[in-house]
């Protein structure tokens, strides 16, 4: 059954490779059953339902991704759209949690039908390479001011509006120390070397008598507190077009540039330098994506931790249905996701950060036309708090700045009708 449902053969694999690569990946993304709760949880969401619905849509989103397109590749909430649904949609912005889920649940509607009628590409390749990376460098950037406050390093300050925490408090000493110890691990090609950090951080918090214990092991708490919670009605509301339009770019980036990297190192290119059943995969995600948000959490997206399973040999969605199968396991592990203190996951976020901001060295930092507007864009996300903004800004700046230099060429139409757009939204509809 195996062989016919994953041409296992076909392949070069078989059924013990791929659970040890389903293995491998897991333990490479299962930081986001600790981080995710403690991120979405500050929008007044239960955490405990937050948990439970982190490892359905995961298992979800893996399972569906291993059975429709067979692909090695485990999908989860996303690192960053966590980020952004909670602390700008929600405490920057003023929405509810349940606008909020409402707009996410609309941006994987739109994923899934530009995936169906194949407009993804077009988009895709509409947005120039730099302005992507920009993108995914700004979201690092935003990641790391979270976590530098998480860890109670970085607090506002009314005169520099941020400044420096005291550093001789445990939460601040045993981040650091977490950081360090994440790096060091991760340069070890130690697995799961991100889910140690959290770990050793939560249980030498708990050692010190810092933060409470609150078990190990129980039956699922409940879903009912955001099952089914989201509110559509009120995410069609004028002001959120752009953080719909944000969730849908994010995820439509961050799931190509994940997509193709994977399928690159794990050999499943085709020779034309295309991804063959790129679209199937692509449909498992916006699927995932409309399934998360029924279930209480933010947009569910492929990851790129999926590469370390890759190395370990996988090659078939039989990696994924594993990776499906342990985060419904990891149900049981709750009290322990309980137990992890909010400076326990700053480190995973600032490591995180420091793998997104990498797509800076892709810029030709020689052309100026080039370099300001992905500076303008990775800055004003973490400045402004708000992802949507930095898209914004960095499109409008890319735009203007190729037009008065003369580099017309640069553009195409999908660019200059969206920072139109975007230059509406902010000067007259800017919640």
Same mark, same amino acid.
């Given at each position: 059954?195996?062989?016919?449902?994953?041409?296992?053969?076909?392949?070069?694999? %078989?059924?013990?490779?791929?659970?040890?690569?389903?293995?491998?990946?897991?333990?490479?993304?299962?930081?986001?059953?600790?981080?995710?709760?403690?991120?979405?949880?500050?929008?007044?969401?239960?955490?405990?339902?937050?948990?439970?619905?982190?490892?359905?849509?995961?298992?979800?989103?893996?399972?569906?991704?291993?059975?429709?397109? %067979?692909?090695?590749?485990?999908?989860?909430?996303?690192?960053? !759209?966590?980020?952004?649904?909670?602390?700008?949609?929600?405490?920057?912005?003023?929405?509810?949690?349940?606008?909020?889920?409402?707009?996410?649940?609309?941006?994987?509607?739109?994923?899934?039908?530009?995936?169906?009628?194949?407009?993804?590409?077009?988009?895709?390749?509409?947005?120039?390479?730099?302005?992507?990376?920009?993108?995914?460098?700004?979201?690092?950037?935003?990641?790391?001011?979270?976590?530098?406050?998480?860890?109670?390093?970085?607090?506002?300050?009314?005169?520099?509006?941020?400044?420096?925490?005291?550093?001789?408090?445990?939460?601040?000493?045993?981040?650091?120390?977490?950081?360090?110890?994440?790096? &060091?691990?991760?340069?070890?090609?130690?697995?799961?070397?991100?889910?140690?950090?959290?770990?050793?951080?939560?249980?030498?918090?708990?050692?010190? &008598?810092?933060?409470?214990?609150?078990?190990?092991?129980?039956?699922?708490?409940?879903?009912?507190?955001?099952?089914?919670?989201?509110?559509?009605?009120?995410?069609?509301?004028?002001?959120?077009?752009?953080?719909?339009?944000?969730?849908?770019?994010?995820?439509?980036?961050?799931?190509?540039?994940?997509?193709?990297?994977?399928?690159?190192?794990?050999?499943?290119?085709?020779?034309?330098?295309?991804? =063959?059943?790129?679209?199937?995969?692509?449909?498992?995600?916006?699927?995932?994506?409309?399934?998360?948000?029924?279930?209480?959490?933010?947009?569910?997206?492929?990851?790129?931790?999926?590469?370390?399973?890759?190395?370990?040999?996988?090659?078939?969605?039989?990696?994924?249905?594993?990776?499906?199968?342990?985060? !419904?396991?990891?149900?049981?592990?709750?009290?322990?996701?309980?137990?992890?203190?909010?400076?326990?996951?700053?480190?995973?976020?600032?490591?995180?950060?420091?793998?997104?901001?990498?797509?800076?060295?892709?810029? %030709?930092?020689?052309?100026?036309?080039?370099?300001? =507007?992905?500076?303008?864009?990775?800055?004003?996300? =973490?400045?402004?708090?708000?992802?949507?903004?930095?898209?914004?800004?960095?499109?409008?700046?890319?735009?203007?700045?190729?037009?008065?230099?003369?580099?017309?060429?640069?553009? %195409?139409?999908?660019?200059?009708?969206?920072?139109?757009?975007?230059?509406?939204?902010?000067?007259?509809?800017?919640?």
């Amino acid at each position: 059954m195996l062989e016919r449902l994953f041409q296992l053969k076909a392949h070069d694999t %078989n059924v013990r490779t791929e659970i040890l690569a389903g293995v491998t990946t897991f333990l490479a993304m299962a930081y986001i059953l600790f981080v995710n709760p403690s991120i979405l949880g500050e929008t007044g969401m239960d955490k405990g339902a937050i948990f439970v619905a982190t490892c359905l849509a995961a298992a979800i989103g893996s399972a569906t991704m291993g059975l429709i397109a %067979n692909y090695p590749i485990a999908l989860a909430p996303g690192m960053g !759209l966590n980020a952004f649904f909670t602390y700008s949609v929600v405490l920057h912005m003023g929405h509810t949690w349940q606008v909020a889920l409402g707009a996410v649940f609309l941006s994987a509607v739109m994923f899934f039908l530009l995936s169906i009628f194949r407009i993804r590409e077009w988009i895709v390749n509409s947005i120039p390479l730099p302005l992507r990376s920009a993108i995914a460098a700004g979201i690092g950037l935003f990641l790391a001011l979270i976590a530098l406050h998480n860890a109670g390093i970085v607090v506002d300050n009314p005169a520099t509006l941020v400044g420096m925490g005291d550093l001789k408090q445990p939460s601040v000493i045993l981040a650091t120390l977490g950081f360090f110890l994440i790096v &060091g691990l991760e340069s070890l090609k130690v697995r799961g070397a991100v889910l140690i950090g959290i770990l050793a951080v939560t249980v030498a918090s708990i050692a010190m &008598g810092v933060t409470p214990f609150g078990g190990i092991v129980s039956m699922p708490p409940s879903l009912a507190p955001t099952f089914l919670q989201l509110d559509i009605a009120g995410a069609l509301n004028v002001g959120l077009i752009s953080v719909i339009f944000a969730f849908l770019f994010v995820d439509l980036f961050d799931n190509s540039g994940t997509l193709i990297a994977v399928a690159k190192r794990a050999g499943l290119m085709g020779k034309d330098g295309h991804m =063959p059943k790129m679209g199937r995969a692509l449909i498992a995600d916006s699927t995932a994506a409309m399934a998360g948000s029924l279930l209480g959490t933010s947009t569910t997206t492929s990851y790129i931790e999926s590469a370390a399973g890759v190395s370990a040999g996988g090659r078939t969605g039989l990696t994924a249905i594993v990776v499906a199968v342990l985060f !419904l396991l990891a149900l049981f592990f709750a009290p322990l996701a309980g137990s992890v203190p909010a400076f326990a996951t700053a480190p995973a976020l600032l490591f995180v950060a420091v793998l997104m901001a990498s797509g800076l060295a892709e810029i %030709n930092w020689d052309d100026v036309t080039e370099a300001a =507007p992905v500076v303008v864009t990775a800055l004003a996300m =973490p400045l402004t708090y708000s992802i949507a903004n930095g898209i914004a800004f960095g499109f409008i700046s890319w735009t203007a700045i190729k037009l008065i230099s003369g580099r017309h060429r640069d553009l %195409n139409p999908a660019l200059v009708i969206l920072s139109i757009l975007f230059v509406i939204k902010l000067g007259w509809f800017n919640a």
